[in-house]
């Protein structure tokens, strides 16, 4: 639901401009130089009006607290809030979530809460929702180990595919409750959540602790596919990746075929591959000419004859730097890809 323009928001926001950070590029290492005493940094992901932050804050005056909201005339309400209540630990950032490597220092961070963000529940708008396996690589840039994410949502759905992407991204998982007020209130609520409570709806919670975690080579197809998509495709139109990608009856080899990523053809392509040091690769199948989409492991360099037999199959490395694809048909490929080229 968009949310209606405030009148006077302007002179409105600077009346609170003392609690806005206008330089968080500037500021890596340093935000507790805003209150020395601090005993934690907090970070809310999408503010909104204010509720949660302006309670949390209140509660934990020891705590150091940042508000990021893009939409300012929901940042004017929680600014006021704040300063209403005479709250001298609480500051605003105006900006998106993936600049937070740009602002924190490594482990310059306690908590990060997430509270009823947007679900985002088609599944090529999957690596919008902030809790997609690469916010959560961005969160770990800025929390300290053993620091911990805090997530609230309305939304089953995302809240399944939350607890099971944490995990995944060394995230230990505790807490987890599909009914947090089901004996009554617990904690801070934000203005949503105390609508969703009212009406009866079950809020699902959830904590995160940040282990140590060497990033492992994905163990399922859609962990695979969609880490290959954002490696490779990151660049593609929505519109384009839906059309020709993602639209049944295509193939994520379609992002080369119809040109909408540079890459070698042919033989440049067997050349490149060719050429990669001998090593662990990672093959992955996709499409209606195999029984089962599936993962595996193998050895560069390939046999002469390994592709025979095969059809639309997907090679990587661990990181995904550089992609070599099989297809069925002759006339397309093989196609080699580094990504960002």
Not at 18 to 24: E, S, T
Not at 25 to 37: E, F, I, K, S, T
Not at 158 to 170: D, M, W
Request: charged share 25%; hydrophobic share 40%.
């Amino acid at each position: 639901m968009r949310m209606r323009k405030k009148k006077n928001l302007i002179p409105r926001m600077e009346r609170c401009a003392d609690r806005l950070i206008r330089d968080p590029y500037d500021r890596p290492g340093h935000w507790r130089d805003l209150m020395p005493q601090a005993r934690e940094v907090h970070l809310e992901l999408g503010c909104g009006k204010g509720r949660f932050t302006a309670g949390t804050a209140a509660a934990q005056p020891e705590v150091l607290f940042l508000a990021v909201e893009m939409v300012p005339d929901a940042m004017v309400v929680a600014m006021e809030r704040c300063v209403s209540a005479g709250l001298s630990n609480v500051w605003f950032i105006s900006a998106n979530a993936d600049q937070l490597p740009y602002f924190f220092a490594p482990g310059e961070v306690d908590r990060i809460y997430i509270n009823f963000c947007d679900p985002w529940p088609s599944g090529r708008h999957a690596k919008r929702r902030l809790t997609h396996g690469n916010f959560l690589k961005l969160y770990r840039q800025v929390l300290k180990m053993g620091g911990q994410i805090h997530f609230k949502t309305d939304n089953q759905p995302l809240f399944e595919f939350s607890v099971e992407e944490l995990p995944q991204f060394g995230f230990a998982l505790s807490e987890v409750t599909r009914n947090l007020h089901e004996n009554g209130p617990v904690g801070v609520m934000t203005d949503y959540e105390a609508k969703f409570y009212g009406l009866g709806q079950p809020i699902n919670r959830c904590v995160g602790t940040m282990t140590e975690w060497d990033a492992p080579f994905p163990t399922t197809f859609r962990a695979v596919k969609n880490q290959w998509l954002d490696a490779f495709a990151g660049d593609v139109s929505e519109a384009d990746l839906g059309k020709h990608v993602l639209a049944e009856g295509n193939y994520l080899w379609h992002i080369f075929s119809w040109k909408l990523v540079p890459c070698l053809e042919g033989g440049g392509a067997r050349d490149a591959l060719a050429a990669l040091p001998a090593g662990k690769a990672y093959l992955f199948y996709v499409g209606k000419w195999n029984d089962l989409p599936y993962v595996k492991p193998v050895e560069l360099p390939l046999a002469a004859n390994f592709f025979e037999d095969l059809h639309d199959v997907y090679l990587v490395d661990k990181d995904f730097t550089w992609t070599y694809v099989h297809t069925h048909e002759e006339a397309c490929g093989p196609y080699f890809c580094r990504a960002g080229t």
